[in-house]
């Protein structure tokens, strides 16, 4: 199905790059709300006003997508500057045996269904999700609560390393 001008998309997990947003906001004039409170995302947003690059019909929303209403802690990476949900199985410093650094954020999350709600949307045109580790379990209490019923269609990419422990390589 092709994005129309009364398009709504939800963009949870904006990291390093906020392209993909930008983009369905200018190209395709969609009403588009980002989600991504860490410090890499907040960063980003941050550039965009800055520079006047932010949309108008782009929103940023200084909160969490996750799969329960309440406050999330991530963990800041040994390298790089993605934040996780939890510190398994990759990047292992082999002088600590440490996943993570000591440092943490702990901020508020809602649920897709609990913004909808909020927002005042019954239906999305898109939803994308890159959360570093969060995917499995939000995508699974998506279909639980029935939101994806209210979406024409899903981007989203995958870190297996999350619940089911698979380092990456």
């Given amino acids: 199905q092709s994005l129309t001008e009364d398009c709504v998309v939800y963009a949870v997990g904006i990291g390093l790059f906020p392209e993909f947003d930008v983009i369905l906001a200018e190209r395709y004039g969609c009403e588009v709300h980002s989600f991504d409170p860490s410090p890499t995302g907040r960063g980003a947003i941050d550039k965009l006003i800055a520079s006047g690059s932010m949309p108008p019909n782009l929103h940023y929303h200084d909160l969490g997508i996750s799969d329960f209403d309440g406050n999330l802690t991530l963990y800041a990476p040994l390298t790089g500057v993605m934040f996780t949900r939890e510190c398994t199985g990759r990047n292992v410093d082999p002088t600590t045996n440490k996943t993570c650094a000591d440092s943490a954020v702990t901020f508020p999350v809602k649920t897709i ?57």
Avoid at 115 to 132: F, N, Q
Avoid at 141 to 155: I, Q, T
């Fill in 113 to 169: 269904d609990t913004v909808m709600k909020e927002l005042g949307h019954t239906h999305l045109s898109m939803l994308k999700i890159d959360t570093e580790g969060g995917e499995d379990r939000v995508v699974l209490e998506w279909s639980s609560s029935g939101v994806l019923a209210k979406v024409d269609a899903v981007c989203a990419e995958f870190h297996y390393y999350s619940t089911f422990g698979y380092a990456a390589k």
